[in-house]
T-cell receptor
């Protein structure tokens, strides 16, 4: 099993540029989660999908952030325009649950984003 | 709202010492409880979990017992190794939350030879 795949692993960009982070969940998993990790704020849930439908995007910090899941095997998190305070490690995770389940989330290796 | 509180780090120990990381939670209903571990430069991995009161989760020598009366899920290991150096996260999922994890702030553990 390949696990959750994220790309790129590292991204360095300049303020104002568009950034797109990509995630491929584990095959067969129907829930997908995007997290952001910083020293100041710890691990924050940004958005999660179930069966490709966004269930809760209340953690998305502002309109500059958007996420899509066009099919069961791919999701993107886009930041436009990017700002230095967006610098963080962004994790994608997937799991098998439907409503009421508590199955394990499997995390990808993360994308380290640096906005100069 | 739901919350998870865990002891602040870093926790520094010598090899073969006993490790305890305290975790308490606030949640409605009967959540499932988890410990995740993050090794340097990696994503989080599930370490152990417990889904109901008095359950004990265990893995790799680590243990934690779901204590409903004290709303706690403390992590313990009897003899740590240098390879246990990592950040440990306590977390919960409510059964009505579509699998949404609520994480604690994380506790860094440093084990020295």
């Amino acid at each position: 099993d390949a696990g959750v795949i994220q790309s790129p692993r590292h991204e360095v960009t300049e303020m104002g540029q568009e950034v797109t982070l990509r995630c491929k969940p584990i095959s067969g998993h129907n829930s997908l989660f995007w997290y952001r990790q910083t020293m100041m704020r710890g691990l924050e849930l940004l958005i999660y999908f179930n069966n490709n439908v966004p269930i809760d995007d209340s953690g998305m910090p502002e309109d500059r952030f958007s996420a899509k899941m066009p099919n069961a095997s791919f999701s993107t998190l886009k930041i436009q325009p990017s700002e230095p305070r967006d610098s963080a490690v962004y994790f994608c995770a997937s799991s098998l649950p439907s409503a009421g389940s508590t199955d394990t989330q499997y995390f990808g290796p993360g994308t380290r984003l640096t906005v100069l | 709202g739901d919350s998870v509180t865990q002891m602040e780090g870093p926790v520094t120990l010598s090899e073969e010492a006993f490790l305890t990381i305290n975790c308490t939670y606030t949640a409605t209903g009967y959540p499932s409880l988890f410990w995740y571990v993050q090794y340097p430069g990696e994503g989080l991995q599930l370490l152990l979990k417990a889904t109901k009161a008095d359950d004990k989760g265990s893995n790799k020598g680590f243990e934690a017992t779901y204590r409903k009366e004290t709303t706690s899920f403390h992590l313990e290991k009897g003899s740590v190794q240098v390879s246990d150096s990592a950040v440990y996260f306590c977390a919960l999922i409510r059964t009505d939350s579509w699998g949404k994890l609520q994480f604690g702030a994380g506790t860094q553990v440093v084990v020295t030879p």
